[in-house]
T-cell receptor
Framework: GAVVSQHPSRVICKSGTSVKIECRSLDFQATTMFWYRQFPKQSLMLMATSNEGSKATYEQGVEKDKFLINHASLTLSTLTVTSAHPEDSSFYIC?????????????FGPGTRLTVL | GQNIDQPTEMTATEGAIVQINCTYQTSGFNGLFWYQQHAGEAPTFLSYNVLDGLEEKGRFSSFLSRSKGYSYLLLKELQMKDSASYLCAAMDSNYQLIWGAGTKLIIKP
């Protein structure tokens, strides 16, 4: 299989604090991971593409200094929401690509629900 | 520009058949994905099409016409648990997924 985990699944924090979300591929090596954000009743919005060993590529409108992404190994990528504010409250989902598969399917983590008070 | 269109919401009856359509415009094309997403959960993979035609997988089938930029997801023998959002996503030339807004499917008894 291709299992992706995320931790934590749910986090509540105060405004101004930083929150780190981990995304792990458990049974495959993921050279590329994606970070998405999803607001209620909306589709997935790609935030950034994370490649192991290199800087993440951010989508237009996503502040790279606010959403820090580190992809230090082939099985782990982290997203840190710095100085979180209530408008950052959302469902954050990561996905990983198993390059051994022929069609670049993205396997999704279970998501992290962030609530900023 | 890149764009995915799918209906916002559909309603169907338990035991019936429903077809969810999706049209896409992308820079290059490396396949069309369908995902199912229940409320509060991450998407789960349903199907992938890169060649024209119909792919059948149990109660779910997916069709692709590359020349028309069109795909549909066909759900048969609908069950209450099929109530979910169904996301169409096209993979562009950079292997990035371009996502539709999702179709909320409501199943009635």
């Amino acid at each position: 299989g291709a299992v992706v985990s995320q931790h934590p699944s749910r986090v509540i924090c105060k405004s101004g604090t930083s929150v780190k979300i981990e995304c792990r591929s458990l049974d495959f090596q993921a050279t590329t991971m994606f970070w998405y954000r999803q607001f209620p009743k909306q589709s997935l919005m790609l935030m950034a593409t994370s490649n192991e060993g290199s800087k993440a590529t951010y989508e237009q409108g996503v502040e790279k200094d606010k959403f820090l992404i580190n992809h230090a190994s082939l099985t782990l990528s982290t997203l840190t929401v710095t100085s979180a504010h209530p408008e950052d409250s959302s469902f954050y989902i990561c996905s990983a690509v198993n390059r051994e598969l022929s069609y670049n399917e993205q396997f999704f983590g279970p998501g992290t629900r962030l609530t900023v008070l | 520009g890149q764009n995915i269109d799918q209906p916002t919401e559909m309603t169907a009856t338990e035991g019936a058949i429903v077809q969810i359509n999706c049209t896409y415009q992308t820079s290059g094309f490396n396949g069309l994905f369908w995902y199912q997403q229940h409320a509060g959960e991450a998407p789960t993979f349903l199907s992938y099409n890169v060649l024209d035609g119909l792919e059948e997988k149990g109660r779910f089938s997916s069709f692709l016409s590359r020349s028309k930029g069109y795909s549909y997801l066909l759900l048969k023998e609908l069950q209450m648990k099929d109530s979910a959002s169904y996301l169409c996503a096209a993979m562009d030339s950079n292997y990035q997924l371009i996502w539709g807004a999702g179709t909320k499917l409501i199943i009635k008894p």
